[in-house]
Nanobody, 127 residues
Framework: QVQLAESGGGLVQAGGSLRLSCAAS????????TAWFRQPPGKEREFVAA????????PYADSVKGRFTISRDNAKNTVYLQMNTLKPEDTAVYYC????????????????????WGQGTQVTVSS
């Protein structure tokens, strides 16, 4: 069993930066595929980025490529999402997710493939 807890959300102006953290407890992170999803107001949950432990593969959604960076510190059992050059359309609740094992890259963007979720952290970007 794994518990995930996100932190680092908040209010930021467009062009600013935030770093989200997701701390895991219960099992070591190194054997997991971990990901960030987000849910904008009134919209469905969408993929942001993922990290596969076996080879460090890090696919990104096109909308965040070049601006966001996912990373993981297995010693701290924590996954991060560094968000730069934020835009108002990045406003959403951001969720951390994990699955025990190595998902194919083509499957990492589907929320149904993850069975552990955090409670979410709000990110609001003002224009």
């Amino acid at each position: 069993q794994v518990q995930l807890a996100e932190s680092g959300g908040g209010l930021v102006q467009a062009g600013g930066s935030l770093r989200l953290s997701c701390a895991a407890s219960g099992r070591t992170f190194s054997s997991y595929t971990t990901a960030w999803f987000r849910q904008p107001p009134g919209k469905e949950r969408e993929f942001v980025a993922a990290f596969r432990g076996s080879d460090g593969s890090t696919p990104y959604a096109d909308s965040v490529k070049g601006r966001f960076t996912i990373s993981r510190d297995n010693a701290k059992n924590t996954v991060y999402l560094q968000m730069n050059t934020l835009k108002p359309e990045d406003t959403a609740v951001y969720y951390c997710a994990a699955w025990f094992g190595n998902l194919p890259v083509s499957s990492m963007n589907f929320p149904n493939n993850y069975n552990y979720w955090g409670q979410g952290t709000q990110v609001t970007v003002s224009s």
